[in-house]
């Protein structure tokens, strides 16, 4: 597998610089095309989201289907991270950046993206840009990958309820803004089809535009810890690198905790906490950025909404830890709902 090159943003100043650059440099005919064209190279790109790589979780998750890419495809990898209170004029300069190296396509990860991609893509009509978790802004070259989160949420909900001795649950939220909205929604409605008189705790870490709720631990440990001392024994956390720290504090006291994006149970910076991760929700990032970054090399790029959802497994349930495969009515209990969301009996709602 080639090294993948990764950079480092360092806040307004190379913002300020990268886009004067852009001002100076070649027209936008010119730049919107990919030198790893010309070159006889093929070179992707993945610009993180907050918390970068090492989250255990979102981010990471792209970075699989990069690697992956590298592997199978040749690909040139490259990741961008991103910098302590950016702002989009940050992103403009790292998108800009990426795209005038040659990569095509350039990956957002996350829909904080949004504005810059709005921008970025317009100055390179020829390069791709993938936009993960964001429909708001389209053009031809712009790719939406997006997921039905709620979906998941729910067959968490369904587990969480079985899985309860207590009959109370908790939900963990980064942020307070629409996309972990759609976490919650799908959550609260399984556990409630489940178990009607179950209760079920929500707290969101921060409210926008702090996302600090994305990126720091020791906020979702003591979120977890609150919810802990009211009861729950079930816990699930849509926190990104936050997360993190709500299944430590979950697993410490010996309760269940949900994961979320990746399955957690295999990630090797919880290995600590595994045996108490029941499951995780699965959202499969690593395979929107390779079916992206695949579409370019086969010459036919992706564009517009490109949607995942349970019917396809772009979304689903975990089953990696043999504690959770031991639970019988659990898993007939998740199939069933599974099979009722696919077959349209059940409809999952996206916010609360």
Not at 20 to 45: E, L, P, Q, V, Y
Not at 72 to 79: A, D, I
Not at 290 to 306: C, Y
Not at 315 to 332: C, E, F, H, Q, R
Request: net charge positive.
């Amino acid at each position: 597998m080639r090294r993948i090159t990764r950079i480092t943003t360092v806040g307004i100043a190379s913002a300020a610089l990268a886009l004067s650059a852009t001002a100076c440099g070649k027209s936008s005919n010119d730049t919107g095309s990919s030198s790893s064209s010309s070159a006889g190279a093929i070179k992707a790109a993945i610009a993180y989201d907050i918390g970068g790589r090492g989250d255990q979780s979102f981010n990471d998750a792209a970075y699989a289907g990069l690697q992956k890419a590298e592997k199978e495809l040749g690909v040139k990898g490259s990741e961008a991270e991103p910098s302590q209170g950016e702002s989009d004029a940050d992103k403009v300069a790292r998108l800009t950046s990426l795209a005038r190296a040659g990569n095509n396509p350039v990956i957002g990860v996350g829909f904080s993206y949004a504005p810059a991609i709005a921008k970025v893509a317009k100055s390179f009509p020829k390069t791709t840009f993938g936009l993960i978790d964001d429909t708001s802004v389209t053009a031809p070259n712009i790719a939406n990958l997006v997921f039905n989160e709620e979906q998941g949420s729910y067959l968490a909900g369904v587990a969480a309820a079985k899985a309860s001795k207590s009959g109370t649950v908790g939900f963990i939220g980064g942020v307070e803004v629409p996309l972990i909205k759609k976490f919650e929604a799908g959550f609260a409605q399984g556990v409630k089809d489940t178990n009607p008189k179950a209760k079920v705790l929500v707290q969101y870490l921060t409210q926008p535009p702090n996302f600090d709720g994305f990126s720091k631990p020791d906020l979702g440990k003591a979120a977890a810890q609150g919810q802990l001392d009211k009861g729950a024994d079930v816990i699930y956390a849509a926190a990104g690198l936050a997360g993190a720290g709500a299944i430590e504090a979950t697993a410490t006291a010996g309760k269940w905790a949900i994961g979320v994006d990746s399955d957690q149970y295999n990630q090797a910076g919880l290995a600590s906490y595994k045996d108490h991760i029941l499951t995780s929700v699965t959202k499969d990032v690593s395979g929107s950025v390779f079916n992206v970054i695949k579409s370019v090399k086969d010459g036919k790029p992706q564009t517009g909404e490109i949607r995942y959802g349970l019917a396809t497994n772009g979304v689903g349930l975990a089953d990696s830890n043999p504690a959770y495969m031991k639970m019988t009515d659990l898993i007939a209990a998740v199939d069933a709902a599974k099979k009722n969301i696919v077959d349209g009996k059940i409809t999952v709602k996206t916010a609360p």
